[in-house]
């Protein structure tokens, strides 16, 4: 079996600084250029904007990115999306991408607590070449709200018994290696494997890289010598993204 999976952060479609292009699918169209160069065939997107006036009322970022990667590279994608925060109008959140068929098993929203915006967790079943495997994404929140959210995301897959399944998390932790939502994310309820790679930046990079890495993929079910794993030097948002091979 050899599955691309990405995991990226891509800011809303915005420029790395903070700024929106002109046209405002101008990043869109690179990150789907990133996804076919790279030969990816699973997504997940956080921070994933749908009808919103700073990235374009008309525009359902996830729906154009699956469209477009239809057209460039001919082959059927699908996408499940899930909502964080409603902008009025529009909305904020995460989706998964596949070339493979998928279908939707929870849409678990993630309240803010101490944090200023709502995050969410989102699971997905995709079949792959007859294998049946669970991909996820997860956008968690800040000022502690990450050790809370990621508690409460292996508190549902623990209680909807997920325990021996295929199992793919990839998403913006918010928080350091080491950090408690990060053990939170390995340890708790059951064993996760950080599928690396280890200690390298994935959060505005081209300003400093020494900053930390804060963007994950958590597996469950997969030998670690099947994993291959690397940080595309990649800054189109202030997230970079990461690249699982199994």
């Not at 869109?28 to 700073?54: G, H, M, P």
């Not at 932790?173 to 200690?199: C, Q, V």
């Not at 890289?209 to 030097?233: A, M, Q, W």
Request: hydrophobic share 35%; net charge positive.
């Amino acid at each position: 079996m050899c599955i691309s999976i990405l995991t990226w952060n891509i800011k809303a479609g915005q420029n790395k600084e903070g700024s929106y292009p002109i046209i405002k699918t101008k990043n869109l169209n690179r990150i789907v250029d990133v996804i076919k160069d790279n030969k990816i065939s699973i997504v997940c997107l956080q921070e994933v904007d749908a009808y919103t006036l700073r990235s374009g009322i008309s525009i359902h970022q996830a729906e154009y990115i699956a469209n477009r990667l239809s057209l460039v590279t001919g082959r059927a994608w699908n996408f499940e999306y899930i909502v964080s925060k409603n902008m009025k109008p529009g909305y904020f959140g995460n989706a998964i991408l596949s070339c493979y068929p998928i279908k939707a098993c929870l849409k678990i929203p993630l309240p803010r607590i101490k944090g200023k915006e709502d995050r969410s967790f989102l699971l997905t079943n995709i079949n792959v070449n007859n294998l049946s495997i669970y991909v996820g994404t997860f956008h968690l929140g800040l000022r502690g709200d990450q050790t809370i959210q990621a508690q409460q995301i292996k508190n549902v897959l623990n209680n909807h018994n997920y325990l021996n399944k295929k199992m793919i998390l990839g998403g913006d932790l918010n928080a350091k290696e080491s950090s408690e939502a990060y053990y939170m994310m390995i340890d708790e309820g059951f064993h996760m494997i950080d599928a690396g790679p280890k200690g390298i930046c994935t959060i505005e990079c081209y300003d400093n890289y020494n900053n930390p890495k804060i963007d994950f993929f958590f597996v469950r079910g997969f030998s670690t010598h099947e994993l291959k794993c690397r940080v595309l030097t990649i800054d189109i948002s202030d997230h970079r993204p990461i690249q699982l091979m199994v």
